[in-house]
């Protein structure tokens, strides 16, 4: 598999949530700059980024200067103060950076922060929060991915109900109207193209549908 193009990101805040980001970013492998106005926060991740560096995000020459404008992504996490966090995100998209990504408060935050045109705004308690609840609910869903438009990819965990089943009887597609995408047994991958398939407990079942048949589905076990 070809390894993903790195690209360059602008972190702007290096909080908890901040440095997570950045510091993640840096692992796969991309060009990071952490910017933060407290200089502990960014002697933090002075040895795991390319670059970390004081600045006030809500300056704008500031951030001209340190060449946050030639960045592809700038994610803006500041996440105490509301004033320094609109005005850092109307700092970055004037510098003509492509893509902001941006941490808010709470939904009336959230609302501002999409009018000055952030492509993607974050609210990470709520994010998470629905997240766990949903692997609370039902304890087969290990993890999911939302696609958008009411899709979600699942990673499943077979019960003991459904060890031995082919998967052409377990009724996927004719009665919850879900796509098998495959299954991971152990550290094997194995495709369920064929309905013959056969489900083993604790496989790791990816299965590619709406919300709502997602539920009927798990439900039903």
């Known amino acids: 598999m070809p390894k993903a193009k790195s690209r360059s990101f602008a972190v702007i805040g290096l909080g908890t949530f901040g440095t997570t980001v950045a510091s993640e970013l840096a692992r796969f492998g991309n060009h990071v700059l952490g910017v933060d106005l407290q200089e502990r926060n960014v002697a933090r991740v002075a040895d795991t980024l390319a670059e970390a560096v ?8 500031a951030l001209r200067e340190i060449g946050v404008g030639s960045y592809d992504v700038a994610v803006v ?3 105490e103060e509301l004033d320094a966090n609109i005005l850092c995100t ?8 492509p ?5 808010a408060m709470n939904r009336t935050h959230h609302r501002i922060l999409s009018k ?12 998470i929060g629905r ?23 699942v990673d499943f965990r077979v019960p003991k109900s459904l060890d031995g089943q082919r998967m052409d009887k377990v ?22 193209e064929s309905g013959a398939t056969e489900l083993r407990t604790d496989d790791k079942l990816l ?15």
């Open 131 to 153: 997240h766990i609840a949903q692997m609370l609910h039902n304890p087969q869903v290990r993890d999911y991915v939302s696609l958008g438009n009411g899709f979600h990819v």
């Open 77 to 79: 996490a500041i996440g």
């Open 207 to 221: 299965l590619l549908g709406r919300r709502e048949n997602l539920r009927r589905f798990a439900d039903g076990l």
């Open 54 to 61: 004081i600045a006030d995000g809500r300056d704008e020459q």
């Open 116 to 127: 000055l045109g952030a492509d993607r705004v974050i609210l990470p308690e709520q994010e």
């Open 90 to 97: 109307m700092n970055v998209k004037m510098l003509g950076v």
């Open 99 to 103: 893509i902001v990504w941006v941490k």
């Open 171 to 192: 009724g996927l597609s004719d009665r919850f109207e879900l796509r098998a995408l495959g299954l991971m047994r152990g550290s094997d991958y194995i495709s369920c």
